[in-house]
């Protein structure tokens, strides 16, 4: 089994719905992030949790919310959906490195492909 | 703004030749990373290297860090028709949040 899954895997839906994204991890990571992805440019960080309690926005929160229900459970919610949220977004998890320091390796979800029309 | 810049946008190459892709970044880092996409799937960490190091290999891989000239550079040797995807480089930016910064990537396609 994966070990980061998110759901749904591909979602259309139209302007002004309110969509939530799901994503759990059995990896047993505290951070976890929601990214997106647009053609032609790399990953934006959207929101960001070190633990169930503490959430950070990321470069491009504005039109999103997240929820940590859990620590293996960090959703992302369009409150109202736009045309220009139209992306593939991620969830990532990582851990510190188990020898110490400050080494973040990320692990990817599948990925969920947003469509709205 | 996007912490990393990746040279080529673009690659496509024989099976069997080396492919290099750069990337540049702008602020110090304790880290850099390479990750991997196959089209449309999530990314999958390929390696890491550590900003006193110059230099570290991972089987056909090999990755260079110059961080005087805020650069990196992936080389993949004896390239496969498998390995078209797109790489990207993602820095940490001196953050020991966990946070990575992405490049645009580097779209590689091998051709049989």
């Known amino acids: 089994d994966a070990d980061v899954t998110q759901t749904p895997r591909n979602r259309i839906t139209k302007t002004g719905k309110r969509i939530m994204l799901e994503c759990s991890q059995t990896k047993g990571h505290d951070r976890m992030y929601w990214y997106r992805q647009d053609p032609g440019l790399g990953l934006r960080l959207i929101y960001y949790?070190?633990?169930?309690?503490?959430?950070n926005k990321g470069e491009i929160s504005d039109g999103y919310s997240v929820s940590r229900q859990a620590q293996a459970k960090f959703s992302l919610s369009l409150e109202s959906a736009i045309p220009n949220q139209t992306a593939l977004y991620f969830c990532?998890?990582?851990?510190?490195?188990?020898?110490?320091?400050?080494?973040?390796?990320?692990?990817f979800g599948p990925g969920t492909r947003l469509t709205v029309l | 703004s996007q912490q990393g810049e990746e040279d080529p946008q673009a690659l496509s190459i024989q099976e069997g030749e080396n492919a290099t892709m750069n990337c540049s970044y702008k602020t110090s880092i304790n880290n850099l990373q390479w990750y991997r996409q196959n089209s449309g799937r999530g990314l999958v960490h390929l390696i890491l290297i550590r900003s006193n190091e110059r230099e570290k290999h991972s089987g056909r891989l090999r990755v260079t860090l110059d961080t005087s000239k805020k650069s990196s550079s992936l080389l993949i040797t004896a390239s496969r028709a498998a390995d078209t995807a797109s790489y990207f480089c993602?820095?940490?930016?001196?953050?020991?949040?966990?946070?990575?910064?992405f490049g645009q990537g580097t779209t590689l396609q091998v051709k049989p």
């Open positions: 990532a998890t990582s851990d510190l490195n188990p020898r110490g320091g400050t080494l973040y390796t990320q692990y």
């Open positions: 949790s070190f633990d169930v309690k503490d959430i």
């Open positions: 993602a820095t940490d930016g001196l953050s020991n949040t966990g946070k990575l910064i």
